[in-house]
Structure formats: C-alpha cells, structure tokens
C-alpha cells in the first residue's frame, strides 16, 4: 500500500488529491481493477466531488458546518466533536475503478481529502483491490 | 466493467437499479467475490436501502431536502450546490458482497441510484473485486 | 464470507465491533488485501470513527438526531423512516486495508456497529477482497 501525505491550511479544508492518487495507482502497479483510499483520521474523510469549480468544496464546507456546528454543547472533551461527526458523514474511504492504469473517473470528478480539524499534517493510505479471476474487463 | 444507464424523471429522483446491478455481476461472471457499483456524478450517489415501501425514498428525499435545501445562498454558480452536497452525504460508491453469482443482500435492501439535479440521463459502473487468494469462502 | 452477530441495547446503539472484523480476517485469512464489512439491515450502517472516548458516539447520536428528528411527519407507515436516513448518511459497508493479517486502522479509528432502530439483534458480514495480482504490498 501507498501512504500519501497531505498538508491541509485551515480548520475545514479540502485538498484535491486526485494527482496524488493517480501516482499510488502507478505504484501499486494497478493495470484493470480498483483501489481503496482510505482515511486513518478520525477527525477527516475522502470523498468524491467537483474538481472544477472550487466554489462547489466551499458551499459543501459551509453546508456541513451549519448542519453540525462546531459548537453544540457537545460532550467530547477535546472539543472537536463536530469534527468527528463531519468525518462520519462523509466517509472513510472511497473506492475508485481502475481501467488501462489510469483512475476511472466522472469527467467533473476529483478525490478530495476532507480536514474537518485542521490545519494538520495528514495522510491516506492507497490499497489494490485485484479484478475477479477470470474477468476479461 | 459494466455500464448501466438510468434516466431520472425528477430534480430528486431515487431508482431502484438492483436489477440491473445482478445483471452486470453475471456479465462480469463474479462467482464469489464483490463488487462496486459507482457513480462518476457530481450532482448524484449511490445507496443500499429499503427498496419494499416507496415511501422510505421519499422521505429521505425530504429529510435531505431539509438539512441542505435547494436555495441556500451558495457560491457555485451553477446553481446546484445543494445537490453536490447530497451526493458527498450520500456517497460516491457501493461496495457489495457476492455469493454464487447472487447479489448478498438484506431482505429488504436494495441498490438505489440517487439522482439529486435531475432529469438527466445518468450511468453506473459496475467492477469486480476479486475474493482473496486462498479463500474458501 | 464470515459473518458477526452485534446485540443493541438502546434505539440508537453504536458498538465497537473492531475485534470482531479481525477476528473475521483472520478466520478468512487475508494476509494483505482489504475486506468488506457489510451491513445488511435498512435501519443501521457501519462506519469507522474514534474509539477512545465513548462520548464521541454520544456526540454523534445527538448530532444526527439533531439532523433527522425521529418524529418529522414522515409517511413510511412503520415509523422509523428517521433510522432508514440515518442508515444512509452512515453507509451500508466500510472497506478496510489488512496488512501483514491485521487490520489497517489508524490509532484512534475503530469499527462501529450504528443501530437506529434498536434494540435488536443485528449482524455484519465481513468478506475478504483480494490483493490485485503483482502487487507486492
């Protein structure tokens, strides 16, 4: 597996990490078949979405955040509970089809890195997934 | 990899595709493995639900409608920010277990296209993952 | 495909379920790949958040009742049309990296079992994913 480091700048910040990903595929040696990339933070997410228009990651930070405030009277005593909750909902992994070496990708789709804590230094582990024995693609 | 297509016939529209989903694990003649069904848009998801009662999806169109409604102030200029959100709350992917060439599903799951800036004409792919090496099963 | 039998006590449960799915690896012996930890019910999900400090669910729990009230005029006739869309923000299945036989997780990551319409008796099933062909890890 490939460990891909991400430096993120603010609290809730959203990285595009679809390069980075497309690099591990190489590594990995992936020809036809698929990848997980997955998150080891509890307080962050990967997701796929927009690559395009960065306003998209902007309006989906601010949606989140007001449908689970930072502040919320919340119990965890290191006062990040809503950065938890944020990571729940967005997921902890994505898993991405492969074809020919390259990432099977929407046209306007991109993989993001979520930091709902930041600004932290942070990583995602990229895995194989082998096609079916057997399958012709 | 096998495409689906789905046509959507409302801005919210939630398919039933589990049919289709089987039929694309006999084309890709998975026996016992997995596989994933994946969205490549940016404005629609994916899910595994209760496909039984239509009046779930419904809610769940309403219930998503209240946490991220459509009019919301947003940046994106297109106008459909709400969906990408839904599609990030919703997922980009299913990943589903398959025992002799059936879908392993709950009793009352099923595979839901989930289109959030419809009516469109949208597709799905379906890949193969392998079982391990050396699993019986 | 191994399958895990989780026990709630509350409507809304989560449970630690991390030694059970390496339990399952073991018993499915993946050495390095990834497995699938799938939940076949419509009123629960499973997903991958801190498993240090139990108010962190507890947050989570009000933080989702806060999102999706359990009574909100829905018209599911059975009731708990509040646990199905809750089951959806958390997802059906969590993919997990397994090297060297054990579990990739980050420090504070565990598997959590989300009920939202306990008490029940539940179950998860666990599948192993292979390694794509060639790939030395």
């Known amino acids: 597996m ?20 497309q690099a591990a595929v ?9 990848v997980v990339v ?7 997410g990967v997701t796929v979405n927009e690559g395009a228009d960065p306003d998209v990651v902007r309006d989906l930070a601010a949606i989140l ?23 729940v909902l967005t997921g902890s992994s994505v898993t991405l089809l492969v074809r020919g070496g390259q990432l099977a990708l929407g046209t ?7 930091d709902y804590d930041g600004p932290r230094e942070r990583r995602l582990w990229v895995g194989a997934l082998g096609a079916a024995p057997g399958v012709g693609g």
């Open 65 to 87: 955040e007001r449908a689970v405030p930072w502040s919320g009277g919340y119990r965890h005593a290191e006062g990040n509970a809503a950065a938890h909750a944020k990571a």
């Open 108 to 114: 306007w789709q991109a993989v993001w890195f979520c």
């Open 38 to 44: 997955f998150n080891p933070h509890t307080t962050a």
């Open 26 to 34: 190489g590594r990995l040696q992936v020809a036809d078949g698929a």
């Open 2 to 21: 490939v460990e891909i480091e991400v430096r993120t700048s603010a609290r809730t910040d959203f990285v595009d990490v679809t390069r980075q990903v």
